[in-house]
């Protein structure tokens, strides 16, 4: 996991401690319902021993493709991360929401991704936003164009500055090995 200020890893322990930290402090104040979903951590990569996942007991799981800038977002009153801003690279997202915690969303430079229950990931390049559903359905926005799409399993689609309209299609095969592929999947 990498943020604007550094990778959050072996390499950079006090921005990974402090992350933890933040985590594991939403999680203490939620409510019996919200702490059955666990506090938050950074747990080890098993594709990737110098990135981390951030886990947040069985309702949150982000991953992050090596070399990714990305960080969490946290709102009052929230026990989990409210979302993530993706800045470049990609994220593998699962999230099962619960009582408190019922939306999570990813913001891009270019798009915004919001679901309410599913597995997807993004891919954020300086020319497009890619987004991939592998479960469920997610809406994403186009920032530029104010338009979105709902995509469901098997769909996505890419955003770019220069689009006129947002397209939503079936993924060919090479090209889900492919992002999935980044993730050790």
Known sequence: M??????????NPIVAI?????????SCAASPAARAAGPCALVPNAHDPSEKILQCGQTLTVQPAAGTRWR????????????????DGALLIEFHPSDQDH????????AI?????????????RARTSTLVLAGAVAVTSRPLNQYVVLTEGQGVDISPQDKALTQKT???ARVRA???RFGQ
């Open 72 to 87: 969490p977002i946290f709102q009052r009153g929230h026990t989990l991360p409210t979302g993530a801003r993706l800045d």
């Open 18 to 26: 402090f992350v933890a930290a933040l985590c594991a402090i939403a």
């Open 2 to 11: 990498t943020t604007p200020r550094g990778p959050i890893s072996r390499r």
């Open 179 to 181: 992002l999935l592929a």
């Open 113 to 125: 991704a919001a679901v309410r229950g599913t597995k997807w990931a993004m891919e954020v390049t």
């Open 103 to 110: 939306d999570f969303q990813i913001l891009t430079p270019l």
């Open 171 to 173: 993924w060919g095969e």
